[in-house]
């Protein structure tokens, strides 16, 4: 894996060079020690393969900097501040932020376009800076203690700190029943935090303030952009072709993830437009056809003659799940991670670079969730009538079915927007969480976290504000992680157009009619993109990338959960009551109700517990 990590000392002491070598380590490495800060970088060369390695300093050395992910304007950043006089004795992008610091000091952050988390010693002012991209793209981890600031990429790396506590968050853990995966600033570990999305943290003399310098977020209702949708699709694809445009700067090739939905299938089609060779594709499919796409993307491919990779994924999760602990190194309960990082270790076969389509759903209203907030309000109380005939529906292995999102439709319809919208993908309930903690119940509502988010959005559409929640925690905590870790795991450098700046302001500035009416989803993304895809692809159902997970649970992978979930493991770990978990095994396998999303979540943290907790 490829990432940054570091440490900066308080009280005039120095810096720690030897335990931040072994914080360190998949193409190149290197290692700033300035007494008081140490800065390291392991690289994955993909822009200026010879002489980018890092860290890389200014002309004096006062300013030094080390980056995990790609800054995709930097040329043009560096033809500008060249024009200043400024000096390069690289190609790469990670050298434009030391320049455009010393230009425009902590504003420069608000001048990149790209995918990043970053560190800045100024040896001048003896001050560090942190700072993570605005759409949380790339992951930063952070401990301070007694004045001395330690950073990551990866939470594992502060396991190799003298004295880091492996004390559990209550906090988190209760974050984690109910997401299944962990939202910043929280992190399982009670010590660390993670750095949100468009924020930096500065640190002088042993104390630490921080600032969001980003935020993305909806516009005003007043002020949407409505209009002639032909107009507005032409525009948007336009937009979306310059930042796949950006996105395909790379001194080595780029692939594209093709899932057959109509986000990837999407940026297939407009890489191929930019580029003079064939189009690496890679996809997954799966023996269950009602989870299978492979058809769907072999349109694409065919229709842009990519050079096309697929695997046929069958139930071996109970030899990849431990595999997926180990790269992840926090719990993380969504079980796509497992044809994510098999994509990617696919992928990483051929490239070291890939477009990936998360954004799209966010932005331009993919989800069927999104139908469901706006049909709530109208039939809640026929929902609430019909409640005990949908709950009486017989359990089935599909998350597509109609009983899956029937019960979860009625069990939210009436609830508030908000708790309703968190309610359609809540994993365990306040109850619940409750019952499996037992006494290390935290007593605190991690919807809270929504809450704050939403409120800052006020004034906006009330879709527009509940897609504004999902980009800034479910894609940041969730997808984002997903795709980071699975890909990092095998050296593969993922992109995501979607999450460019350009592309996220006009989507957040439009009137979300546009996007989601009646049943249809991502309105005017279909129309944008359907001069460039086969009619099969604008029109298929979203199908997500998804397991059959149920059935799986109900089969192969039943006596790897009960072993991984058995009361004796529960016991020694000491963080779930047996006496709740067992009977979700029980209710699950018997077909009494699909809870594959429950126990996945479960699964993963007992073995993440036995591989960074103890």
Partial sequence: MC?????????GAAAEAGVVARMNGPDSDGLYDGG????AARRLSIIDLDHGDQPIANEDGSVVVVQNGEIYNYRELRRELERRGHRFATASDTEVLVHLYEEH?????????GMFALALWDAREGRLLLARDRFGIKPLYYRLAGGT??????????????????????????????FNSIPAPLTIFAEARKLPPGWALSWRDGAITQKRYARPGPVPAERVRTGPAAGLADELREILRDSVRAHLVADVPVGVLLSGGVDSAGLTALAAGETGDAVKTFSIG???????ELSRARLVAERYRTDHHELVLRPDAAELLPRLVEAFDEPFGDSSAVPTYLVSQLAAGEVKVALSGE?????????????ADLLAPRVGRLAALAAPLVEALPSSDS????????????????????????????????????????????????????????????GAEPLARLQDVDLGIYLVDDLLVKTDRSSMAH?????VPFLDERVAGFAQGLGTRLNVRGLAKKRLLRRALAPLLPKEILRGPKQGFSIPLAAWLRGPLEPFARDLLSPATLARQGCLDPAAVTPLLDAHCSGREDLSRQLWGLMAFTLWFDRYAN
């Fill in 491 to 495: 050296s593969l450098e993922l992109r």
């Fill in 105 to 113: 000091g902590d504003a420069f952050l608000e001048r990149l376009r």
């Fill in 286 to 292: 799966f023996e269950e056809s009602s989870f299978d």
């Fill in 3 to 11: 990432g940054i990590c570091g440490m900066v000392a308080g009280d």
């Fill in 149 to 178: 600031l330690t950073f990551a990429s990866e939470l594992k790396a502060m396991l190799e700190l003298p004295g880091f506590g492996r004390g559990i968050d209550p906090r988190a853990m209760a974050a984690y029943l109910a």
């Fill in 399 to 458: 998350k597509a079915s109609f009983d899956y999102r029937a019960k979860r439709f009625v069990r939210a319809a009436r609830l508030p927007a908000l708790e309703r919208h968190h309610a359609w993908k809540e994993i365990f309930s306040a109850g619940d969480r409750a019952s499996l903690l037992g006494e290390g119940d935290a007593g605190w509502d991690p919807v809270d976290l929504y809450r704050d988010r939403y409120a800052e959005t006020r």
């Fill in 359 to 371: 954004g799209g759903d966010e932005l331009f209203g993919g989800y069927y969730t999104y139908v």
């Fill in 36 to 39: 008081r800060a140490v800065l």
